[in-house]
């Protein structure tokens, strides 16, 4: 049982690329969350889905895109890297309430 | 809004001495408070819940709704408790969709 998997965990870019952070659960979940963790800003909330077809933004989406096709998948789409966007990503996942989420691992991008 | 502060970034203390981790929220109804804990190197994992009433490693929180607070704490810290903890909130209704909101975290490091 794999739980949160997220791809990859390691990341430079350079400002202006593109790329798609990859997470996905295996454990059914609907509702799936998207975190960026900067030093001593704690977590916050980029967008979040409550089921297959689903998104809104969080707290922090600009610069940011999601989808989710499926249950299992939600990809987190950056367009145009900016050295702001480096960060800590975190996807979780939880089913119902109240959540015990299950997080991935973490992916580290840097912005160049 | 929620919001929920975490006001130490940083706490050192030695083995055996007792630790407090301190919350402070900000939610105009009946929150959902929880603990959860990164260890180095590993994923953010929930500690406890203040619905459970429950001591997990020697953990215990409660919640405090006329201080609004949720502090952790521990008689007799351990080396193996260092780690960074983050207090998260959420909030009642059915538009929260299991949303948290997390303070900016506190690192506790336990001295020998």
Same mark, same amino acid.
Do not use: A, K
């Given at each position: 049982n794999a739980g949160v998997t997220q791809t990859p965990k390691f990341r430079i870019l350079k400002i202006g690329q593109s790329m798609t952070l990859q997470c996905a659960q295996d454990?059914?979940?609907n509702y799936m969350y998207w975190y960026r963790q900067d030093p001593g800003m704690g977590l916050k909330l980029i967008y979040y889905s409550v089921g297959a077809g689903i998104t809104d933004k969080g707290e922090v989406p600009n610069g940011y895109n999601v989808s989710r096709s499926t249950t299992e998948d939600f990809p987190l789409r950056l367009e145009l890297a900016a050295p702001s966007q480096t960060s800590v990503y975190f996807c979780a996942s939880s089913y119902g309430s109240p959540p015990g989420y299950t997080f991935g691992s973490g992916t580290r991008l840097t912005v160049v | 809004a929620q919001r929920v502060t975490q006001p130490e970034k940083l706490l050192s203390v030695f083995k055996g001495a007792p630790v407090e981790l301190k919350c402070n929220y900000s939610y105009s109804g009946s929150p959902e408070l929880f603990w959860y804990v990164q260890y180095s190197r590993q994923r953010l994992q929930l500690l406890?819940?203040?619905? @459970?009433r429950e001591s997990i490693k020697g953990f215990t929180a409660d919640l405090n709704k006329g201080e609004t607070s949720f502090h952790l704490k521990k008689p007799f810290a351990q080396e193996e408790d260092s780690a960074m903890y983050y207090c998260a909130l959420k909030g009642a209704g #059915?538009? @929260?969709? #299991?949303k948290l909101t997390f303070g900016q975290g506190t690192i506790l490091t336990v001295h020998p």
């Open positions: 454990m059914n979940h | 406890l819940r203040h619905i @459970s #059915g538009t @929260s969709y #299991g």
